[in-house]
């Protein structure tokens, strides 16, 4: 299976809000499979469609993150039906490389959507896979992690990101 190009923070897909998945046909499915491979091939435990620019409502994310083994699930038109309690936490995120901050996010959440075959999906998580959940829903949303912090913190990462991809063209 191919692997996918995953677009960084400057790519314009990534503040878009994705548009709803009408269809699950062929094309979808194949996507999906490559969106796994290319998840687990950068070490991420989420991707969302429009990371690898797919302006398409829907998640890969590994929701066996203490099983040690892998465990992907695909969420289609997901939304997040339920949240509680807020809890700081450093989160990284594949399309803004090994740049890292702390972002308040709610430490259980609940989140419903729709499998490969239609079927409804529920999902309750907490912790670490709470917060993934919450970061790949941002995505689909045109949010990146680091809307979520202080305008000076964000400052500082977004002149380091663009350092990084400076030295990468040189
Ligand atoms: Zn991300």
Known sequence: MPLLKIVNCMDPVLRKKCLKVKNIDETLINLTDNMIETMYNASGLGLAANQVGVSSDFFVIDVGIEKEKRDPVIIINPVIS????????????????????????????????????????????????????QHEMDHLNGVLFW????????????????????????
């Open 82 to 133: 339920a949240s509680e309690e807020k809890v700081i936490a450093e989160e990284g995120c594949l399309s803004i490389p090994e740049l890292f901050a702390n972002v308040k996010r709610s430490q259980r959440v609940e989140v419903k959507g729709y499998d490969l075959k239609g079927n409804e999906l529920r999902y309750e998580a907490e912790g670490f896979l709470a917060r993934a959940f």
């Open 147 to 170: 809307d979520n912090i202080s305008k000076v913190k964000r400052d500082m990462l977004q002149r380091k990101f663009k350092k990084k991809l400076k030295e990468l063209e040189v």
